[in-house]
């Protein structure tokens, strides 16, 4: 179920290397206050193992029991915070896994960890947030290892930021952004990157843009419109730079209209060190919600 109507379920992805630190860490937080269970996903892929035929099968079991361990003292202490939680160990490729069980228990959201230091990663094409991005349908949030160190920590109480662009993404990732400036009691930040032919007409799209898509009128919070000049994704790390929000929310249309490998999403993504909350169109969640419908009616 999606976060505008009332996100009951989120998977987090887990390991024992403590890179998945900062990504537990936003997951508490959202299940906190969106009273959701967390499901924590944990999955060994064979094939970080060489050949998967070769590891002997002490060894993954072993590997599988310190997860278990891991991940039970984790559930025990979420469970003290008043948060529903249990977990799913899973051998497998790692992204299909995530995947799988975000479907599984309706999720409306998967919180996955990233290395960090340059960027949500660096991602890479190929890096398991990406994919997981580009296939899942239901938002994504990548959250970078390092996303509270040094400069880059969250303001107490920062912003939350929209990336406005006119898609088919648009309604959903509005509805996503207020949802969470409204629950954590927050400034909306909508940030449009100016296409030079507005620029040239000295169009000010915050003129009708709010309205268009009912935010001008919201009460709940308070909303600025920013608009910068310049190539999107270079825009919106200008605005978080200028900002310092405490989460990015942006749509993601999985596949891009542009050269290159990635579109404007994905190249956020790469960039920010701010944890970016990657949401689908909504018909993926249109899509999810009715095969859940049926899958129940089938029952």
């Known amino acids: 179920m999606s976060f505008a109507n009332g996100l009951k379920t989120i998977v987090v992805a887990t390991g024992l290397d403590g890179r998945s630190d900062g990504a537990l860490e936003y997951a508490r937080k959202l299940a906190t206050a969106y009273n959701a269970r967390l499901v924590l996903a944990h999955g060994s892929d064979p094939v ?90 239901c938002a994504v949030l990548a959250v970078a290892a390092d996303y509270n160190a040094g400069s880059f920590r969250p303001v107490p109480g920062g912003p939350v930021m929209l990336a406005m662009e006119r898609n088919e993404t648009a309604s959903e990732a509005i509805a996503t952004a207020c949802s969470l400036a409204a629950t954590f009691h927050r400034t909306l930040i909508v940030v449009h990157a100016r296409r030079p032919e507005e620029t040239v007409a000295f169009l000010n799209p915050a003129a009708n843009t709010l309205e268009q898509f009912g935010i001008a009128d919201e009460k709940r919070f308070p909303v600025r419109f920013v608009v910068k000049d310049g190539k999107p994704g270079d825009a919106i790390v200008e605005a978080i730079a200028q900002h310092h929000p405490s989460i990015l929310v942006v749509g993601v249309k999985r596949t891009s209209e542009t050269l290159g490998l990635h579109g404007t999403a994905f190249s956020i993504l790469a960039r920010s060190r701010v944890p970016v909350l990657c949401v689908p169109p909504q018909q993926a969640l249109s899509t999810l919600e009715t095969e859940n419908s049926a899958h129940v009616s089938a029952l």
């Open 48 to 137: 970080d193992y060489a050949l998967a035929s070769k590891v002997p099968g002490k060894v993954l079991s072993g590997l599988t029991e310190e997860a278990r361990t891991a991940l039970d003292a984790m559930a025990a202490d979420l469970i003290r915070e008043g948060i529903h939680s249990h977990s799913e160990i899973r051998q497998g490729e790692v992204t299909q896994m995530l995947v799988d069980i975000a479907e599984q228990y309706e999720a409306g959201l998967i919180v996955i960890g990233t290395e960090g230091r340059q960027g949500a990663g660096p991602v890479l094409v190929g890096s398991i947030a990406e994919q997981v991005v580009r296939i899942a349908k």
